[in-house]
């Protein structure tokens, strides 16, 4: 059993959705539970192969029992298995509160809404755990395909957001199958693993340094860094909640995964690291991402928007701090990924939640909020501490980080940049604690004295418990932070 | 030097938050609400004092909460100059506990509940911060400080508080993010570690302006202190209920925020390192600027609030100076500054609010003639401002006489004549109040004749915390040998 | 095979193609793709890709085709640009 | 934008033709691409699977994982189109058309009125301008028989010759487009529905994931078609050749159902009406 | 002279595959009707595709089905008489992928212009900013 989970992990959520349209044409009830057994189990098969992996090290499975490079390997170390645990728990715990969300919503359609969830889900997976360039592509795409059918059903702005989301995402996977197509010529191989021992022996080749950058400027419009982030903004906030509270925490960050499987295990850090300018310029794009996310999301007024804003930054956050290419700043970026990931999913459940109850995310209807929702705004307060970046919350481990790379590696504009970021992070989110603290003012701008109670009206149980563990999570995770760095991170990090 | 493994200074820390669910849950029952608030406070002052004997005969007691990060822990240590500022918050506590609740019942403010959970958390952090082993656990503890008092800034709710809250925030925060985060981490890169050590961090082989650097950031950033240009935040801040500007304003947050530089400058920098470098002249002219051009502006302060603000702006940088001055005495000095200033500007403000409670008024031109009407209050202020003015019977005397010997010690002339002159200053914002309350005949103002004094909730903790100020000045035990021992511990390395 | 009739194909690939985005009707567009997948196709077939290019001609030229036109049918056939 | 997208080519061109410089010559046999992997195959895809079509071989053994996951991602569209699309209609039409089809005569019925009985005579229609042709019909009905059966060639004779189950997955659904086209939509729905579309093309991507599963449960690895020997009674190499034959049913199945399910909802818009 | 032409004969595979990336690409950015994107994108990755089977072409090969496999025969297979079969199992897979990708993106155009009534960009973001 144990040894076959790598081919579990993905192949039971990818035959559950099967199953969930087939039964869906009889019944929409059978959908959830299956979903939500397949993810279960996605997540009891991540975690088994997590353990394994720490206790025999890496795990390798032939699929169809060829040999690499001939047939497809899954390899997976500590950091597969680390990022897997990660996004088989996000996206079981959005599933959870996705419920009420779906339910109503759809119109009939609530099954291939949850087969399309699972699909989506198996091929992040996939992604994470293949060992095999040219399958990454067919996994991006299957991640991709349902990420689009996800986010066109939202509000009435979504086909559109959609649309783009889909040129853009097609001319980001194009790009790395262009690079892939230069590596495939170069070396002749597609795995891995035979890559990063037949590169170093021609790195000299121009071809070589082409891929590398068509692979990675795929991977950037993938995962919106700065200039190559427009399709993001609208994709993810016009999306439907049950959907967005996936997509957002994983698809970006999955992509940083990526590049960094790319680096370590394809091109191999001597080679990605040894070039003259490329790092740098990569370093500088991060520090432009940061930025200007944050500029941008001082700019919107809609909650969703904020927080999609706030991923561009984070994605700049992500690919800067590997790229300074110390330790520290790659056991930031690395720890960054599971850290971001939770907050994401805490603040877009919270946003869910407020939909769910408001109806819309406009800041100015949130007023007063803090006595609405008390329990929905306390998580809120959390996700935006770990956003910040305050201890103990995990945000403030993986910018500790970071900021330690950065100063080591002499990349002030980095530190900066972060600096900057957080100090716009805190004036984003006191703009919305303060709508949703002060009551509904008066016109002259004083509030009544007499403090109108405001009825409750929480998110369902449902949504609430969801957010609680992951709010939980995100303070746990950061007390914990030692453990995943020493227990974790460190084994996978090349020595440079 | 190990000190005992203990999970007291836990307990002290925690005993606060423990009592948040429990004050939540009573919201309906306001006696039993205030019930467990007092039961808080009596316990975390009790166990303060549990630890104080083996603080006192050169002990420790310390606690790893949790290892976070390799080699960087979120870790308590509990040592004689910690326990100095535990003692007076916590022991402050309690009294303010008492007047809040004369206070809020007697303004019939909304959301008590809101502001007993806020009150206890922050003592916690306060606490917290006290017992900080390394600089992280002390940031952790700042920021919760500095976010557990936003909504007691802004209880009101109205545009008013809003204002001020963003401007508290943008100050604490802002200064926080900005400016002790990247030096804390410049620290720990240049160092390997976050440890306080009273021979300080440094090796001596960094670059004197390097150290400069982080040595600036580190003042500026911990803005609770209030140095000059960022003290803006601490008048704006007064437009919170008295009580809150009495205990935080007065004595949690802005005595952290001075407990921070102190323990920064003792601690990671290290006394000796900065005299060897003379760094300790660059803080004095800081902290003196801070001095005069507050208590400059307190004189022009016509709300009584905003001139005990101001007041407190200028007395924090005595604190500030006093360490400043490299010198035992003055060290000495300062940190007994903390705990007498503390009693005295802590009675000053439950005097500002039992005016505020029993006549509504908030400025100073209306006082005439308020003593007749309110003997015992405006006799504590007597009593009060003489503390931190720092003449007998005040217990202020005292720390303000460690403070200029400490500069004789130095040699920082300039400072004695600083130290002198603001405080004549300080009489001149202070003494006119008390004549006018006593002297003037009550103007058009409309005060009664006939005693009319606050709620005996008010009166009777502002009462208390004067005597205490009195009684100090004849015992400052155990605030002095506390003192005394933890400059003995700096200046060991010598 | 030779490299003239490549060249040509090529050619007429791109001329398609250029073609394809230039025009303003669109089914005018869908069926000048087809045409281009078309002559990818031979292309491809002369390359010795014959399952790639069944799969082209099948597809491509094909099923996408119909996709297109179904497509513009249900939204509207004239393009400004 | 015009601007933005020409400079944003021009890089990419740019950056394409230098990558272009240090490229093997055109077809060159010894380039690293045809010498290092790809002869494995040439070499052993016979003795490994005894199949010929060595692409065929490579596609659905050698590489099948990605084969089933491009069938997951066909199937992915079709459920994504329909996931967008579809509109289970709520209100009726008040009025709807019917045409006599030996004389042509359009009749509209209003609500309530008592509908033509169910028979060749008579078609829906949604438009007074819906075209009608005899020949078109006809021809397309005698030839669609035998298209269908060069896709089923194309499909088991995948091992041999250049085709598969996609090819032959697409061509089969292309017939019932074709059938869609020339009658109309309704008629075509009333032979194959939806909900079969949707059915079978799960059951297609089910039936190779199925089977891979299958091999797992006989103790070997995923999609390891040796493992079938013993259930299909051969050796390990023809098992594989089986193996592969099974998939390549899967993937037609599922490819023909989707294309249909796509041209469903993409012709009508997700209404199901009369479409083209 | 000479020189060039000979670059150009030996690589217009290559040249070709950038013309078309080129077209689709700009298709894709500049052209504001969405139907017209769509049509880029296709050309996009065809082009891909083109260049993925221009890797796999081999010089006096023949087409990678083994010829003794229908006779059964003992022949030795020589892996020069064949073409490279891997480019092609990988691009009947991004075909594949392209028609999915197709049909999602017509999908949405569809929907979008249920939305908008119009399938010209600039004339949606008139709309938009309209609102």
């Known amino acids: 059993m144990s040894e076959q989970f790598p081919a579990l992990l993905i192949t039971v959520p990818l035959i559950s959705a099967f199953f969930i349209t087939a039964l869906g044409w009889r019944s929409a009830k059978p959908a959830y539970p299956i979903a939500l057994l397949a993810l279960a189990s996605a997540l009891f098969s991540s975690m088994g192969l997590f353990g394994e992996v720490l206790k025999h090290g890496k795990v390798s499975y032939r699929l169809g029992g060829w040999p690499p490079p001939f047939g497809i390997e899954y390899a997976v170390d500590a950091l597969n298995a680390f990022v897997l645990v990660v996004i088989s728990f996000v996206a079981l715990i959005n599933l959870i509160a996705a419920k009420r969300k779906v339910d109503g919503s759809f119109s009939g359609k609530s099954p291939a809404f949850y087969a399309l969830y699972v699909m989506f889900v198996s091929g992040l997976l996939g992604i994470t755990v293949t060992g095999d360039v040219f399958n990454l592509y067919v996994l991006l795409e299957i991640t991709a395909l349902t990420g689009y059918a996800l986010i066109g059903m939202g509000d009435k702005h979504a086909p559109l957001a959609g649309f783009n989301y889909l040129i853009m995402g097609t001319i980001g996977a194009s790009f790395y199958l262009l690079g892939v197509g230069y590596l495939y010529l170069a070396t002749g191989s597609l795995n891995m693993g035979n890559l990063s021992e037949i590169i170093p022996t021609i790195q000299s080749k121009q071809t070589i340094i082409f891929a590398f950058i068509f692979c990675l400027l795929g991977l950037f419009i993938k995962m919106a860094l700065f200039p190559l982030h427009n399709w993001l903004p609208n994709a993810y906030s016009y999306s439907p909640p049950a959907a967005s509270g996936l997509i957002a925490p994983l698809t970006t960050k999955v992509m940083i995964y990526v590049m960094i499987r790319l680096v370590y295990s394809v091109f191999t850090p001597a080679f990605s690291f040894g070039h003259p300018i490329l790092p740098t310029v990569f370093i500088w794009l991060a ?61 877009f459940l919270v946003a869910g939640n407020f939909i769910f109850v408001l109806k819309n995310d406009r800041l100015e209807s949130f007023k007063g909020l803090i006595h609405k929702m008390p329990l929905t705004m306390a998580a809120f307060i959390i996700g935006a501490l770990s956003i910040i970046g305050v201890p103990p919350t995990c945000g403030f481990f993986s910018k500790w980080y970071l900021i330690k790379g950065g100063i080591e590696a002499g990349q002030y504009g980095f530190v900066a940049a972060l600096l900057f970021s957080s100090l716009v992070n805190v004036i984003l989110f006191f703009k919305i604690i303060e709508i949703t603290y002060f009551e509904p003012e008066t016109k002259d701008g004083h509030s009544l004295h007499h403090h109108v109670a405001i009825p409750r009206e929480e998110a369902p149980l449902s949504m609430l418990i969801p957010l609680a563990i992951t709010t939980l999570l995100l303070i746990g995770v950061g007390l914990y932070s030692k453990e995943i760095v020493t227990g974790i991170i460190q084994h996978v990090l090349p020595t440079i | 030097m190990e000190g005992i493994e203990s999970i007291r200074p836990l307990l002290a820390v925690a005993v606060s938050i423990l009592a948040v669910p429990l004050i939540m849950l009573s919201s309906r029952k306001p006696n039993l609400r205030e019930g467990w608030t007092f039961l808080a406070a009596g316990l975390k002052f009790l166990i303060v004092l549990s630890l104080l004997p083996l603080i006192l005969d050169g002990g420790s007691y310390t606690l790893t909460i949790v290892q976070v990060l390799p080699g960087l822990g979120i870790k308590l240590r509990v040592d004689s100059f910690g326990i100095l500022f535990a003692l007076v918050s916590s022991s402050l506590w309690i009294v303010t506990s008492a007047y809040s609740i004369g206070y809020m019942r007697g303004l019939k403010e909304h959301s008590q509940t809101r502001y007993f959970c806020f009150f206890a958390l922050s003592l916690s952090a306060t606490i917290g911060v006290a017992f900080s082993a390394n600089l992280l656990t002390l940031y952790l503890f700042y920021e919760m400080l500095s976010l557990a008092t936003y909504p007691l800034v802004t209880h009101h709710q109205d545009a008013e508080a809003r204002k001020s809250g963003r401007k508290y925030l943008a100050y604490i925060v802002g200064s926080s993010i900005g400016l002790v985060l990247p030096a804390m981490l410049a620290i720990y890169y240049l160092t390997g570690t976050l440890d306080f050590s009273y021979q300080g961090l440094f090796t001596g082989t960094e670059s004197p302006l390097v150290i400069l650097l982080l040595l600036l950031l580190m003042i500026f950033g911990f803005a609770k202190a209030g140095i000059m240009p960022f003290h803006s935040w601490l008048p704006a801040a007064m437009v919170a209920p008295t009580p809150v500007s009495a205990l935080l304003h007065a ?75 490299l010198s035992p005495l003055g060290i000495t000095g300062g940190m007994l500054h903390i705990a007498m200033h503390a009693f005295g500007k802590i009675t000053l403000f439950f005097c500002a609010g039992a005016i505020f409670v029993a006549t509504g008024f908030k400025n100073i031109s209306q006082l005439n003639g308020i003593g007749r009407k309110m003997p015992f209050t405006m006799g504590a202020f007597f009593v009060g401002s003489m503390s931190v003015i720092g003449v007998p019977p005040g217990g202020g005397f005292i720390s303000k006489w460690f403070l200029v010997l400490g500069t004789i010690e130095s040699d920082q002339w300039i400072m004695l004549v600083v130290l002198l002159v603001s405080s004549i200053l300080n009489a001149a914002y202070f003494l006119p109040i008390v004549y006018r309350a006593f002297f003037h005949p009550p103007g058009e103002t409309g005060i009664s004749t006939g005693m009319e004094e606050a709620p005996s909730f008010c009166l009777i903790p502002l009462m208390f915390t004067a005597f205490c100020s009195i009684v100090l000045l004849f015992f400052p035990q155990p605030f002095y040998s506390l003192a005394e021992q933890s400059v003995r511990m700096i200046t060991q390395g010598w | 095979m030779v490299w003239q009739f490549d060249v040509i194909i090529l050619t007429l690939v791109i001329v398609c193609g250029i073609g394809a985005l230039a025009v303003k009707d669109l089914i005018g567009a869908a069926i000048l793709f087809s045409a281009y997948s078309f002559l990818m196709c031979l292309l491809w077939a002369i390359m010795g890709a014959v399952d790639v290019a069944f799969t082209e001609a099948s597809v491509g030229a094909g099923v996408s085709t119909v996709l297109f036109v179904a497509a513009v049918f249900q939204t509207r056939r004239r393009s400004k640009d | 934008m015009k601007k933005t997208g020409l400079i944003m080519v021009i890089v990419t061109g740019i950056l394409l033709i230098a990558g272009t410089t240090e490229f093997p010559d055109w077809a060159d046999p010894n380039s690293p691409a045809s010498s290092h992997v790809s002869p494995y195959y040439i070499l052993k895809a016979i003795d490994d699977t005894a199949v010929p079509n060595v692409v065929s071989a490579v596609l659905a053994d050698y590489r099948g994982y990605d084969t089933m996951f491009e069938t997951a991602v066909i199937f992915a569209a079709g459920l994504a189109c329909f996931f967008l699309l579809r509109q289970f209609n709520r209100k009726r039409a008040k009025t709807k058309m019917y045409r006599h089809v030996p004389t042509g005569i359009i009749i509209d019925i209003d609500e309530g009125g008592k509908l033509p009985e169910e028979n060749s005579n008579f078609e829906r229609i949604d438009s007074q301008w819906t075209p009608y042709d005899l020949i078109i019909k006809t021809t397309c009905r005698i030839i669609i028989p035998f298209i269908q059966v060069f896709a089923l060639y194309v499909i088991i004779h995948g091992h041999h010759s250049p085709g598969g189950g996609f090819q032959g997955g697409v061509i089969l659904g292309a017939t019932i487009i074709l059938f869609a086209i020339s009658h109309d939509l309704r008629t075509t729905i009333k032979r194959l529905s939806e909900k079969m579309a949707s059915v079978f093309s799960s059951m297609g991507v089910f039936l190779f994931a199925a089977t891979g599963m299958l091999c797992l449960l006989l103790g070997s690895v995923y999609l390891d078609y040796s493992a079938l020997s013993d259930l299909l009674g051969t050796d390990p190499v023809m098992a594989r050749s089986h193996g592969i034959l099974i998939i390549e049913i899967g993937v037609g199945l599922s490819v023909m159902a989707v294309m249909i399910w796509l041209y469903y909802n993409l012709s009508s818009a997700g209404k199901h009406n009369e479409g083209l | 002279m000479e020189e060039i032409t000979a670059l150009l004969v030996s690589r217009y595979n290559y040249w070709a595959f950038i013309v078309l990336m080129m077209v689709g690409l700009y298709g894709m950015i500049a052209k504001n009707n969405l139907v017209k994107k769509i049509i880029g994108m296709n050309i996009f990755q065809t082009a891909i595709i083109l260049f993925y089977v221009s890797i796999g072409a081999k010089k006096d090969a023949t087409i990678p089905i083994i010829e003794h496999g229908h006779h059964g025969e003992e022949v030795v297979i020589k892996a020069v008489d064949y073409i490279n079969p891997l480019p092609h199992v990988l691009m009947l897979t991004a075909i594949v992928v392209s028609v999915a990708t197709l049909g999602v993106a017509l999908a949405l155009a569809i929907r979008v212009y249920r939305q908008y009534n119009t399938l010209e960009e600039n004339e949606i973001k008139s709309q938009l900013s309209e609102e």
Do not use: P
Not at chain 1, 311 to 322: D, K, L, S, T, W
Not at chain 1, 330 to 338: K, N, R, W
């Open chain 2, 251 to 325: 004595v949690a947050v802005v005595k952290v925020g001075v407990f921070c530089i102190v323990r920064v400058v003792t601690g990671v920098f290290g006394v000796q390192f900065l005299q060897t470098l003379q760094l300790g002249t660059v803080l004095c002219y800081i902290a003196a600027f801070t001095i005069i051009t507050a208590s400059l502006i307190a004189l022009a302060q016509d709300n009584l609030k905003a001139r005990l603000a101001f007041s407190t702006v200028g007395q924090l940088s005595y604190i500030v100076l006093g360490v400043a001055l």
């Open chain 1, 287 to 347: 520090i432009i991402a940061i930025v200007m996310g944050s500029l941008l999301a001082l700019a919107q007024k809609n909650l969703l928007k904020i927080l999609s804003y706030i991923i561009v930054a984070e994605v700049g956050y992500m690919v800067g701090g590997f790229w300074l290419g110390n330790s520290d700043g790659m056991t930031g970026a690395i720890l960054h990924i599971a850290n971001d990931a939770l907050m994401t999913l805490c603040l």
